[in-house]
């Protein structure tokens, strides 16, 4: 219609739902097929996809290095499924709703998800599941459309989205129309939005598809996702469970090398644009085995009696793990991390730097509380920098700032931004704890709130204004009265849902950053907020 | 000295230290022993008693009811041991800080505590405890003082606090020189303070000891403390495994004589004076059975297959339990709960009025995020009032309003207040929520924070004035903007708290509520809050 002359560009930009974008972008069931569901899920993230039925991490991994496609199933997964949902097509769980592991995870990969099918039965011991009747085992074919939660039994043809197909290169632009509109349209709202995008990315590969997006820059890489991969999670649980400063040391030492070129690879993915790194953040439970089985493995491959592992996994066991020994409560109590974390960054910086990229790191402190917490790991932060800089003779400028994830830290924005120069808002945990609501837990009686209007939306989806809106509104004021260049981002989930990216314009952040896959609805959503504003 | 006309009552009232009245409540072992400490915990709970060790709440129970003094030894306790609490003259516990649930549960008792006494180690299965090489065996007699946490084997005679002697009424004030003075100065001090002083109490005996201390009310009763004792523990899991309304109904049935005689209990002691009773509050999870052979004798109590009973418990289990179904969720998900305690309250309300008794019932709805959820919860109230009150032919005034123990609740006051009638600040989870800081967990690191400045106090036993203290600030300001007569006050551990007591008053509160033991404290330090105002 603009080259028609029908209506110009602000029009053409308005129009345009900035949800609807999500469509463009993964690939849908070819609409002529005629086939009738197994079962109906929740359309947890978009896409779909086929693949044959796995029922562990391990086996997806294995399956898919051999070069097939798989779907893993799950009853509900964990972090320790993270390296078989990065190899499936698409997760398929039994269990959990629109805020569950499988759910977040997938959507941060911008990967087909059905999640909390109730009707789906798995067998693990069979590695089958049954479904109203029907078995399906290992091996067989499924195709899942995570955009409307239906789950099919074979292999269903389905059509790649135009848009990937360009951005990922396997397309010449000259040939998709509908990829022209749509990077038509989002110039048209870039020219008009204040508000840059950025992406949460925790992998090189991640970074250059947000890029590929429009990406501005990396608003979140949790570091913790490197620690999974493959031998990583080794060397990882060898520091946990080491007593001493010295045995952490050592194990910190095998993870350096691969920290560093993750980051490496992020920074060149990222030439040019601000990454923002955030350190260790989860409670050190999560990276240790839960099985008997994985623990008399991990107690042979670390020479320890497993009497005395299980001690250590017991000891560090959490009543509230969300509320527990995490973020820089960690860096704190154990300041090797935080230097080891540091050190990889700032020598994956200069690395990069010596190759001609553009490197623009920012250091983020989470789970801050009081600036005294910020000031004991900036000091770590600046001390090994210093070491490192001297030592290869370079110098790099980079920022340390901290997520206000926890109310307190929102509450003190004054004291903190005497000493963080950005504030990013990790909203995932700040709803959790401002709302005193469980993400792993809310499933029981959440949506029966969202259904009788007690409230209005799933507030880990669309941002709570009055509520956790009113501490970001605290933070960003009284932070910028002492900082007035403070550099303010979100980085929660709803730095990809449009009210909340029209909340965080109206309140003059810098960015919003979201999953990869959710950048385009950003900036057409950031260009709605300029437009209404 | 004010007799002898040295100063006057003001200057007495503002020398003595609040804290320092503390002495003149507990009893302590008689300074003219000579005797080693078989070792040292964490003084948790002032006071010194004697009694044979036991080490199970249900042994604990049958020796005291027996006529024995005993003293309850867990490795650390847990909701479950509530009752043998409740029959111990005295706790220890090998772990736990200060604020553990021993710690805690004793200082509300007014029961000597040592926690966390490190060198214990505990053998449940010899029924003994072993220390340095010394075994002390079950029936072995035990003395602590909670002042100092000091541990003796033996039966040392202690001293009893005169002052208790006189307020229990086995002494009379006449031959109480102490008392005298005790007394003649929280008089002085009643004149100048300000803030009422309440107590938290749970049961008819906590109330009249807080009264016999001057507590001008009931600031918190607990009705989940009701629910561990005796037989009424069964009733109670009989409703939470009810998979349907019906059964849940029949058991709360059960449950309904036994509240409304505690509540009638409480208004009898509390005759004249407002009384605050908190819903049902924490998550169902926690009345349930843990340990194998409990959970058998469960199952065959309530009939049920035990496969399913215990798929019942899993399915309750909670990630952050802190964060998870409880508070006013329960009574949304189940508001026939909600209509037994309201049923319960009313009901007990009445049966005292008919014997003369001045009844001011407080209702308050805990863990309200929304003011939909409350508005949700007042309206069950409301309708079994009206058919309670219409039923007995009665009328009875009684005030419906709501624990500020979540961020979002402070910062939506505005809204809330519209409906509420009081704000009453849970402090306590306020503080766990505004600070993501697990009062469970925090154990871990929060002692090494205070040792190093990061913090200056712990939080759970002074307030946190800038982050909680400004949630407050807002919640009063805007809850009073909207409702000029919102009664406001503070309930969390904090209440009994000099320090905390000044900010309160600085902030215009009306009432402080604190453990009974602790009400002489808060009454001192109110009156210097207001000297010092």
Same mark, same amino acid.
């Given at each position: 219609?603009?080259?028609?002359?029908?209506?110009?560009?602000?029009?053409?930009?308005?129009?345009?739902?900035?949800?609807?974008?999500?469509?463009?972008?993964?690939?849908?069931?070819?609409?002529?097929?005629?086939?009738?569901?197994?079962?109906?899920?929740?359309?947890?993230?978009?896409?779909?996809?086929?693949?044959?039925?796995?029922?562990?991490?391990?086996?997806?991994?294995?399956?898919?290095?051999?070069?097939?496609?798989?779907?893993?199933?799950? !009853?509900?997964?964990?972090?320790?499924?993270?390296?078989?949902?990065?190899?499936?097509?698409?997760?398929?769980?039994?269990?959990?709703?629109?805020?569950?592991?499988?759910?977040?995870?997938?959507?941060?990969?911008?990967?087909?998800?059905?999640?909390?099918?109730?009707?789906?039965?798995?067998?693990?011991?069979?590695?089958?599941?049954?479904?109203?009747?029907?078995?399906?085992?290992?091996?067989?074919?499924?195709?899942?459309?995570?955009?409307?939660?239906?789950?099919?039994?074979?292999?269903?043809?389905?059509?790649?989205?135009?848009?990937?197909?360009?951005?990922?290169?396997?397309?010449?632009?000259?040939?998709? @129309?509908?990829?022209?509109?749509?990077?038509?349209?989002?110039?048209?709202?870039?020219?008009?939005?204040?508000?840059?995008?950025?992406?949460?990315?925790?992998?090189?590969?991640?970074?250059?598809?947000?890029?590929?997006?429009?990406?501005?820059?990396?608003?979140?890489?949790?570091?913790?996702?490197?620690?999974?991969?493959?031998?990583?999670?080794?060397?990882?649980?060898?520091?946990?469970?080491?007593?001493?400063?010295?045995?952490?040391?050592?194990?910190?030492?095998?993870?350096?090398?691969?920290?560093?070129?993750?980051?490496?690879?992020?920074?060149?993915?990222?030439?040019?644009?601000?990454?923002?790194?955030?350190?260790?953040?989860? @409670?050190?439970?999560?990276?240790?085995?839960?099985?008997?089985?994985?623990?008399?493995?991990?107690?042979?491959?670390? !020479?320890? @009696?497993?009497?005395?592992?299980?001690?250590?996994?017991?000891?560090?066991?959490?009543?509230?793990?969300?509320?527990?020994?995490?973020?820089?409560?960690?860096?704190?109590?154990?300041?090797?991390?935080?230097?080891?974390?540091?050190?990889?960054?700032?020598?994956?910086?200069?690395?990069?730097?010596?190759?001609?990229?553009?490197?623009?790191?920012?250091?983020?402190?989470?789970?801050?509380?009081?600036?005294?917490?910020?000031?004991?790991?900036?000091?770590?932060?600046?001390?090994?920098?210093?070491?490192?800089?001297?030592?290869?003779?370079?110098?790099?400028?980079?920022?340390?700032?901290?997520?206000?994830?926890?109310?307190?830290?929102?509450?003190?924005?004054?004291?903190?931004?005497?000493?963080?120069?950005?504030?990013?808002?990790?909203?995932?945990?700040?709803?959790?704890?401002?709302?005193?609501?469980?993400?792993?837990?809310?499933?029981?009686?959440?949506?029966?709130?969202?259904?009788?209007?007690?409230?209005?939306?799933? @507030?880990?989806?669309?941002?709570?204004?009055?509520?956790?809106?009113?501490?970001?509104?605290?933070?960003?004021?009284?932070?910028?009265?002492?900082?007035?260049?403070?550099?303010?981002?979100?980085?929660?989930?709803?730095?990809?849902?449009?009210?909340?990216?029209?909340?965080?314009?109206?309140?003059?952040?810098?960015?919003?950053?979201?999953?990869?896959?959710?950048?385009?609805?950003?900036?057409?959503?950031?260009?709605?907020?300029?437009?209404?504003?």
């Amino acid at each position: 219609m603009v080259s028609e002359g029908l209506i110009d560009k602000i029009e053409a930009v308005r129009r345009v739902p900035a949800g609807q974008l999500d469509q463009l972008l993964h690939p849908i069931i070819d609409p002529s097929i005629r086939a009738t569901p197994l079962c109906l899920g929740l359309p947890a993230s978009p896409g779909a996809a086929s693949g044959r039925a796995v029922f562990d991490p391990d086996t997806a991994e294995q399956r898919a290095h051999a070069g097939e496609s798989v779907i893993l199933v799950r !009853d509900e997964t964990t972090p320790e499924d993270f390296h078989g949902i990065v190899a499936a097509r698409a997760v398929l769980t039994a269990r959990g709703g629109m805020t569950s592991h499988a759910a977040v995870v997938a959507r941060g990969m911008g990967k087909c998800a059905v999640v909390g099918c109730k009707e789906l039965e798995v067998d693990l011991e069979h590695r089958s599941f049954n479904v109203n009747g029907t078995v399906v085992a290992e091996g067989d074919w499924l195709t899942l459309d995570g955009a409307t939660g239906r789950v099919f039994a074979g292999d269903l043809s389905t059509i790649p989205s135009e848009v990937v197909r360009v951005t990922s290169g396997t397309m010449s632009p000259s040939q998709a @129309p509908l990829y022209q509109s749509y990077s038509e349209l989002l110039g048209w709202a870039d020219e008009v939005r204040r508000l840059r995008v950025r992406a949460n990315a925790d992998t090189p590969r991640d970074a250059r598809i947000a890029r590929s997006f429009g990406a501005e820059g990396i608003g979140l890489c949790r570091t913790e996702h490197m620690f999974f991969e493959g031998d990583r999670i080794t060397a990882m649980r060898e520091m946990i469970v080491a007593r001493e400063e010295g045995g952490r040391r050592r194990a910190l030492n095998k993870l350096l090398p691969m920290q560093r070129a993750d980051f490496e690879g992020i920074f060149e993915a990222m030439d040019g644009l601000p990454v923002t790194i955030r350190l260790l953040d989860p @409670p050190l439970h999560e990276f240790l085995p839960h099985g008997g089985e994985e623990t008399k493995l991990l107690a042979r491959t670390l !020479d320890i @009696p497993r009497a005395d592992l299980n001690r250590i996994i017991e000891s560090l066991r959490e009543t509230n793990p969300m509320l527990g020994h995490r973020g820089c409560r960690l860096g704190i109590s154990y300041p090797e991390i935080t230097e080891m974390q540091g050190r990889a960054i700032l020598e994956a910086a200069v690395r990069a730097m010596r190759r001609g990229i553009v490197v623009k790191p920012e250091i983020m402190i989470p789970l801050v509380s009081t600036v005294k917490e910020f000031d004991n790991q900036r000091a770590v932060i600046e001390d090994v920098a210093n070491r490192v800089l001297g030592g290869m003779g370079e110098k790099i400028s980079y920022l340390i700032g901290t997520m206000i994830e926890l109310p307190r830290a929102a509450l003190t924005a004054a004291q903190i931004a005497q000493s963080a120069e950005f504030f990013s808002f990790g909203t995932n945990d700040l709803t959790q704890t401002t709302l005193g609501l469980s993400r792993d837990d809310a499933g029981r009686f959440l949506p029966s709130y969202i259904e009788r209007g007690i409230l209005a939306d799933d @507030p880990f989806q669309v941002l709570d204004t009055e509520g956790v809106g009113r501490l970001v509104r605290i933070a960003v004021e009284d932070g910028r009265r002492v900082r007035p260049k403070l550099k303010v981002g979100i980085c929660g989930e709803h730095g990809g849902e449009p009210r909340s990216i029209s909340f965080c314009h109206s309140l003059g952040l810098d960015y919003v950053s979201c999953s990869p896959f959710r950048v385009p609805i950003a900036r057409l959503a950031a260009a709605h907020a300029a437009l209404n504003a």
